[in-house]
Nanobody, 119 residues
Framework: VQLQASGGGWVQSGGSLRLSCAAS????????MGWYRQAPGKQRELVAD???????NYADSVKGRFTISRDNAKNTVLLQMNSLKPEDTAVYYC??????????????WGQGTQVTVSS
């Protein structure tokens, strides 16, 4: 299963960006889809994730500013990021977990997309 992420870039503090990640390949079903981020010198951390049923979970630092959503028909997960802060600067990775055809479990990471927020 391959993931293709897009939408990163540079923005001033208070601005917005939208990340997108599309999964492709021999997919039977997708369970959780999420976004993680890793800033220089820090560990990768969960930003937000969403289940197949639409239940969401957010890191405290992004609650009220970021919104995760998914399009099940297109195997796509989106992350709308508003009111961005310099501390949101990081490489953002999408993560998808589910089952391939034949019900073999998989977990895949996207290639990472840079988000830079200037003060």
């Amino acid at each position: 299963v391959q993931l293709q992420a897009s939408g990163g870039g540079w923005v001033q503090s208070g601005g917005s960006l939208r990340l997108s990640c599309a999964a492709s390949g021999s997919i039977e079903s997708i369970n959780a889809m999420g976004w993680y981020r890793q800033a220089p010198g820090k560990q990768r951390e969960l930003v937000a994730d969403i289940t197949s049923g639409g239940s969401t979970n957010y890191a405290d630092s992004v609650k009220g500013r970021f919104t995760i959503s998914r399009d099940n028909a297109k195997n796509t997960v989106l992350l709308q990021m508003n009111s961005l802060k310099p501390e949101d600067t990081a490489v953002y990775y999408c993560n998808v977990r589910g089952y391939r055809l034949g019900f073999r479990a998989f977990g895949s990471w996207g290639q990472g997309t840079q988000v830079t927020v200037s003060s």
